[in-house]
């Protein structure tokens, strides 16, 4: 019996595994995404191996250099090196995206919960989520700022209090669908806790939509502080980050465009990246397509 049990099991695990294969050959997306995004974080991880050059380090003798030999992507204003600067302001910006859609998808997920399960709750708690999504999302980010010191948590903040509404509604629409199924009836009716009752039978069903989200969210995050830094409202300027990097060289486009188009690049393709990833992650996670495998 245990010998049959252990080769279902690993029977199961072979399938899902020829199942991720053949997911992966015909989405090739998935595979772009991932080693586009593989190579980005790599790189941002590895920054120190890959340039000897301090980020926040000023040469006013090397101000406004194009690309060369000694700098790969040229130089600021400043003479900071921007191929230095890039790498390294990416950390701080995929530590954003990735901390945001953290803690967008845990407390997202808790008040979805409580909203969908409970009416009395949900009628609270939808119309402050109402409310929040009524402002539009710059706005509201820029507000925020305006009253905290500048800092990186306060941008995970600020850009977190936009994505909650978002989250939250996606997790009530599950919940809301679940909760009148036979089996949390039968629940209800056998005398289950509320808890037990959101844990253990509605919470499985809501993490397949929240995990493709939370790559959305991500990816909107990454964008988010961009915009925010380019408007002087997001991470403070001794932080590299690409949206500041694209700030400080706005003003110099015409004479040198490289302080824009490379952050720049790195964050089209990051996002791009994270996108494929997330469309991939619906598709595998798609009923329909569990039943083929």
């Not at 900071?80 to 953290?102: E, F, H, K, N, P």
């Not at 820029?142 to 939250?168: K, L, Q, W």
């Not at 925010?228 to 409202?233: E, T």
Request: aromatic share 6%.
């Amino acid at each position: 019996m245990t010998d049959t049990v252990a080769a279902s099991g690993q029977g199961t695990h072979l399938s899902r595994h020829r199942g991720l294969l053949w997911h992966a050959r015909r989405n090739p997306s998935m595979t772009l995404g991932l080693v586009i995004l593989a190579l980005v974080v790599l790189g941002t991880v590895f920054a120190p191996r890959l340039t000897h050059y301090d980020p926040i380090l000023i040469d006013p003798l090397a101000r406004l250099k194009p690309p060369s030999v000694a700098h790969a992507l040229g130089t600021d204003v400043v003479g900071r090196d921007l191929w230095s600067r890039t790498i390294y302001g990416g950390r701080i910006s995929l530590l954003i995206g990735i901390t945001v859609a953290l803690l967008t998808t845990s407390i997202g997920l808790l008040i979805g919960l409580v909203s969908g399960y409970n009416r009395a709750a949900d009628a609270i708690l939808m119309r402050v989520m109402d409310g929040l999504m009524s402002i539009p999302a710059i706005l509201l980010a820029i507000a925020f700022m305006a009253f905290m010191p500048a800092s990186i948590m306060t941008v995970v903040a600020a850009i977190s209090i936009v994505e909650i509404p978002r989250v939250v509604r996606l997790v009530r629409g599950v919940v809301l669908s679940i909760r009148e199924q036979a089996y949390i009836e039968a629940a209800v009716v056998s005398g289950s806790r509320v808890g037990r009752i959101l844990f253990r039978h509605i919470l499985p069903n809501t993490l397949a939509p929240l995990s493709v989200q939370a790559t959305y969210v991500c990816a909107a995050a990454i964008l988010f502080e961009s915009l925010l830094s380019f408007l002087g409202a997001g991470t403070p300027p001794e932080i590299p980050s690409w949206g500041n990097i694209m700030a400080e060289g706005r003003a110099y486009f015409v004479l040198a465009p490289w302080i824009i188009l490379a952050p720049g690049f790195m964050l089209s393709l990051t996002v791009l990246a994270i996108n494929l990833l997330g469309d991939s992650l619906r598709d595998l996670l798609d009923p329909r397509f569990a039943r083929r495998l």
